[in-house]
């Protein structure tokens, strides 16, 4: 089982030239300006039409992730890169824990710098490298390719449904073949790009956009916010100590130093010391009605 090569690549929505932009090299600065973006204003009307779709995955990713699943994306070229630079984000912005949300690329790390040929097409290898990190049948993967067909993301979904694990697949086509192998087919139809062909442009806007709202909604759903500010955030230098002070001071009222003073006591933990100062207690007491409120800080205020 693995990848064919035939004709049809060309009959593909993002492979389609746009006649509209057929002397695009002769157009002024001004008028290319004007033409991405007009064609990135497109974007978010496609997301749109898929949103009853995207809020169905995000809900079963939030159930699984409950049960102590993870989040794993896995891609080739633009769209592996773009959920690794999502995965990552996730750590210092919500505090997950050490693999909990992953991404896979075809090529492994030395791909996110430099072309590695070949590699999207290693059907073999998509299952490989889930198997390295022990996919289970509690984790989410979300497959992303622009084309809806790359081998290495198909190897790596089939590998994911056949023990179990939940699958999505974020495509920029109609259906495509991967759509079909998934439990929850993304389909966002951005049209054909500007420049032929190159889906680094709106289908790499969409696959961004997509996977932004994956991540953060399943993060607000874990409890990783209060509000709309984010206490869980790592603090690992002064910009970000600064931003947790001004979340602690916008969540409790606190003056600053009040607000720095509790953060110290928390050990830089933010939703401590906003229970600590919104409750007037302690960090161990903080630590014990956040513990019995699913770690959540709303729900910790109303511990009993």
């Given at each position: 089982?693995?990848g064919?090569?035939?004709?049809s690549?060309g009959?593909?929505?993002?492979?389609q030239?746009?006649?509209?932009?057929?002397?695009l090299?002769?157009?002024?600065?001004?008028?290319?300006?004007?033409a991405?973006n007009?064609g990135?204003?497109?974007?978010?009307?496609?997301?749109?039409?898929e949103?009853?779709k995207?809020?169905?995955?995000?809900?079963?990713i939030?159930?699984?992730m409950?049960?102590?699943?993870?989040?794993?994306?896995?891609g080739a070229g633009?769209?592996?890169?773009l959920?690794?630079?999502?995965?990552?984000?996730?750590?210092?912005?919500f505090?997950?824990?050490?693999?909990?949300v992953?991404?896979l690329?075809?090529?492994?790390?030395?791909?996110l710098v430099h072309?590695?040929?070949?590699a999207e097409?290693d059907?073999?290898?998509?299952?490989?490298?889930?198997?390295s990190?022990?996919?289970?049948?509690?984790d989410?993967?979300?497959?992303?390719a622009a084309?809806?067909r790359?081998?290495?993301?198909?190897?790596?979904l089939?590998y994911?449904?056949?023990?179990?694990a939940?699958t999505i697949g974020?495509t920029?086509?109609?259906?495509?073949?991967?759509?079909?192998?998934?439990?929850?087919?993304?389909e966002?139809?951005s049209?054909?790009e500007?420049?032929a062909?190159?889906t680094?442009l709106k289908?790499g806007?969409?696959?961004?956009?997509v996977?932004?709202?994956i991540?953060?909604i399943?993060?607000v759903?874990?409890?990783k916010?209060?509000g709309?500010l984010?206490?869980?955030?790592?603090i690992?230098?002064?910009?970000?100590r600064d931003?947790?002070?001004?979340?602690i001071?916008?969540a409790?009222?606190?003056p600053h130093?009040?607000a720095?003073a509790?953060?110290?006591?928390?050990?830089?933990e933010?939703?401590v010391a906003?229970v600590?100062?919104?409750?007037?207690?302690?960090?161990?007491s903080?630590?014990t009605?956040?513990?019995?409120?699913?770690?959540?800080v709303?729900?910790?205020?109303?511990v009993?």
């Amino acid at each position: 089982m693995g990848g064919t090569k035939d004709s049809s690549l060309g009959l593909l929505r993002t492979e389609q030239v746009n006649s509209k932009f057929q002397h695009l090299d002769q157009m002024s600065v001004s008028e290319l300006l004007r033409a991405m973006n007009e064609g990135d204003a497109e974007v978010p009307k496609a997301i749109a039409r898929e949103l009853p779709k995207i809020e169905c995955a995000i809900e079963s990713i939030v159930e699984r992730m409950m049960r102590g699943g993870r989040l794993i994306y896995i891609g080739a070229g633009t769209s592996g890169r773009l959920g690794v630079l999502d995965a990552v984000e996730c750590g210092p912005t919500f505090s997950v824990t050490d693999g909990q949300v992953l991404g896979l690329m075809a090529g492994g790390e030395r791909a996110l710098v430099h072309s590695v040929e070949g590699a999207e097409d290693d059907f073999q290898a998509g299952e490989k490298d889930l198997k390295s990190i022990n996919l289970r049948s509690e984790d989410c993967v979300v497959g992303i390719a622009a084309s809806g067909r790359t081998p290495y993301v198909k190897g790596g979904l089939a590998y994911a449904r056949q023990i179990g694990a939940l699958t999505i697949g974020l495509t920029s086509n109609p259906n495509s073949e991967i759509s079909k192998e998934v439990e929850h087919p993304l389909e966002i139809d951005s049209g054909p790009e500007l420049l032929a062909g190159s889906t680094r442009l709106k289908s790499g806007t969409a696959q961004k956009l997509v996977l932004n709202m994956i991540s953060t909604i399943t993060m607000v759903r874990l409890g990783k916010t209060f509000g709309n500010l984010m206490v869980d955030l790592q603090i690992t230098n002064e910009k970000l100590r600064d931003r947790a002070v001004r979340i602690i001071m916008q969540a409790t009222g606190a003056p600053h130093a009040k607000a720095s003073a509790a953060l110290k006591e928390s050990e830089n933990e933010v939703k401590v010391a906003i229970v600590m100062l919104l409750l007037g207690v302690d960090a161990p007491s903080a630590r014990t009605r956040l513990r019995a409120g699913s770690n959540r800080v709303q729900e910790a205020l109303h511990v009993e």
